[in-house]
């Protein structure tokens, strides 16, 4: 059993900067896939994220030089950093582990809410 916790989330205002936290407990030996995703009020999650196995990072198109994933492998937690921060960034961000033991794992999420 995994057990993900997002953490770092808030009331911001537009073109401050946030850290998102992702906790990772449980049954694992060594550092999986994360991803992260948001969803916004009455929109689909959408991927926006992803750390693979090796370190190897993506941001998608629209987010990338705004927002960076990293990982510190000490403290099992995988790091969304949030920069210039927008309206539209408003959403619930969520962590996720693919294919981890045949399932995927998700976090509770956390709110961000930034303020024009």
């Known amino acids: 059993q995994v057990q993900l916790e997002e953490s770092g989330g808030g009331l911001v205002q537009a073109g401050e900067s946030l850290r998102l936290s992702c906790t990772i407990s449980g049954s694992i030996s060594n550092d999986p896939a994360v991803h992260w995703y948001r969803q916004a009020p009455g929109k689909r999650r959408e991927y926006i994220a992803r750390i693979s196995v090796t370190g190897v990072t993506n941001v998608v198109n629209s987010l990338r030089g705004r927002f960076t994933i990293s990982r510190d492998s000490a403290k099992n937690t995988v790091y969304l950093q949030m920069n210039t921060v927008k309206p539209e960034d408003t959403a619930v961000y969520y962590c996720?582990?693919?294919?981890?033991?045949?399932?995927?794992?998700w976090g509770q999420g956390t709110q961000v809410t930034v303020s024009s």
């Open positions: 996720h582990i693919p294919r981890l033991g045949g399932r995927d794992y």
